[in-house]
């Protein structure tokens, strides 16, 4: 059990009845008569107790170790910690951040095929065992470094249908496996099992089918070498929002089939996988302001389109970019769509607008064409679904800060959340508490919302 004094982690209550959307609201009222308007972002720790029951719903038979890569915020982390969650940790930075808010060793897994040698030291000297290869170099520097480990061999997957690719980098072939589990003997190492990541962004679920069954191959290939193979490590891929043409659903009602045919239960092998996206996506909701506007007419725009409606364009600054949150673009091939935090006026006429980060450079652009109502320097616009590879990878270039990030979370998720870490996952509770748990960040826009006055208290957990 985890210890709940951390003074890092700390979060506003929402009152019965409120919404994470209500505390955005809230804090965009504070602001209003001042000029003091900084982006921020609200994220819903509820969502991320949402998430984990559906997790469990969905494949009753995968333990997950979340992608700490995807979002290293301390209180997701020790969110996901509480709620008995494994971690991914890809460097020595991420695994003494996980182990520093008290997750024991054999809760991470340290999948990064490619290790600096020091950093296999520290993982050895720290107690963590499970870790990827894919090479037999890897194997070389294993075996020197901490011949106890217990190795999960990467495989390669198919993955060319995947929003971000992984396999162009990472992931041994069939054949090579059979070489490496070969080395892996002659070094006396122990390999424990098989790992994959199909690509983040998955758009086909049969790259998990033939990974699983590839998996298989490689399992008995090792069984035949007499390994004790007892691993199967199924990655991550999986959408972390309902804007996404395949739903998580879609994916686990394909991977369970293929994990019953190619590991059956009473296999008794283990099989974890590496959520990242999943987790964090929808909780996050960023509020950005405007911090300049230009106008464009169209004479001098010089343009013959004729979807620049009402004969003009307009051009909006706003104060987080593309080296910021919204580094995603850039990274995750993100493609993002501002929600009006002012409801517009029926009648109102739209504009095609761009919208552009607050740096000097002209790569800074988070919107080239949205068409909107035309808004004013001071008014916000809303980014939904923003937890994922943003705030992990955000930089301060130009000198622009990183958004704070306001924590919420009601009082039933918070309940849940500490029976679960006081007495392990509760399967019973899920059908009747979880569906009751308030909405997350990721509202509709135009919602019907409660008076920006909602009563909150803050904790530190
Ligand atoms: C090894 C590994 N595991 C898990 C993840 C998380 O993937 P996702 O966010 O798609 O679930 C990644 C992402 O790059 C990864 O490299």
Redesign the pocket.
């Known amino acids: 059990m985890l210890s709940f004094s951390n003074e890092e982690f700390d979060f506003t209550f929402l009152d019965e009845g409120f919404t994470a959307k209500d505390i955005l609201d809230q804090k965009i009222n504070e602001v209003s008569s001042s000029d003091d308007k900084d982006a921020f972002y609200v994220a819903d720790l509820g969502d991320v107790l949402k998430k984990h029951f559906r997790w469990y719903k969905a494949l009753p038979r995968v333990t997950p170790f979340y992608?700490v890569?995807?979002n290293d915020s301390k209180a997701i982390v020790k969110t996901l910690a509480a709620l008995g969650a494994g971690f991914?940790c890809a460097s020595k930075t991420e695994i003494q951040l996980v182990q520093n808010i008290g997750v024991p060793p054999e809760r991470i897994i340290y999948?990064n095929p490619c290790k600096q040698i020091s950093q296999i030291k520290h993982a050895a000297n720290s107690g963590v065992q499970m870790m990827t290869f894919d090479s037999e170099v890897e194997l070389m520097k294993v075996a020197r470094a901490h011949p106890k480990a217990k190795l999960v061999l990467r495989i390669a997957t198919d993955d060319s249908k995947a929003v971000c690719r992984?396999s162009v980098k990472f992931g041994a072939t069939l054949k090579t496996s059979r070489l490496l589990l070969e080395r892996a003997k002659e070094l006396d190492l122990d390999v424990i099992g098989v790992s994959f990541?199909v690509g983040?962004?998955c758009t086909d679920p049969e790259t998990f089918v033939q990974a699983i069954s590839d998996a298989r191959c490689v399992f008995d290939m090792g069984t035949e070498l007499g390994f004790s193979m007892h691993l199967l490590d199924i990655?991550?891929?999986?959408p972390g929002s309902e804007e996404v043409k395949l739903k998580f659903e879609e994916i686990t009602n394909v991977i369970n089939p293929a994990l019953d045919k190619c590991f059956p239960c009473d296999s008794g092998i283990r099989i974890i996988a590496?959520?990242?996206?999943?987790y964090v996506a929808s909780a996050f909701t960023l509020a950005v302001n405007i911090i300049a506007k230009k106008v464009v007419l169209k004479e001098q725009s010089g343009s013959d389109d004729e979807d620049d409606i009402n004969g003009k364009t307009l051009m909006y600054y706003v104060n987080d970019g593309v080296y910021g949150s919204f580094n995603c673009i850039l990274y995750d091939h993100a493609h993002v769509k501002p929600v009006l935090q002012k409801r517009p006026k029926p009648d109102e006429g739209c504009y095609s607008c761009s919208i552009w980060g607050p740096t000097c450079d002209g790569l800074d652009r988070i919107v080239e064409r949205f068409d909107m109502p035309e808004l004013q320097v001071g008014d916000w616009m809303l980014f939904e679904n923003m937890g994922?590879y943003t705030v992990a990878a955000a930089s301060t270039f130009n000198g622009f800060q990183r958004p704070a990030i306001n924590y919420v979370m009601s009082r039933p998720a918070w309940q849940l959340m500490q029976q679960i870490n006081e007495q392990g996952f509760l399967a019973e509770v899920e059908e009747q508490d979880v569906s009751t748990l308030p909405l997350s960040c990721a509202w509709e826009s135009g919602i019907e919302h409660h008076p920006a006055t909602c009563a909150s208290t803050s904790i530190n957990v």
């Open positions: 992608a890569k995807c991914d999948a992984l990541h983040s962004g990655g991550g891929g999986f590496e959520p990242g996206r999943y994922a």
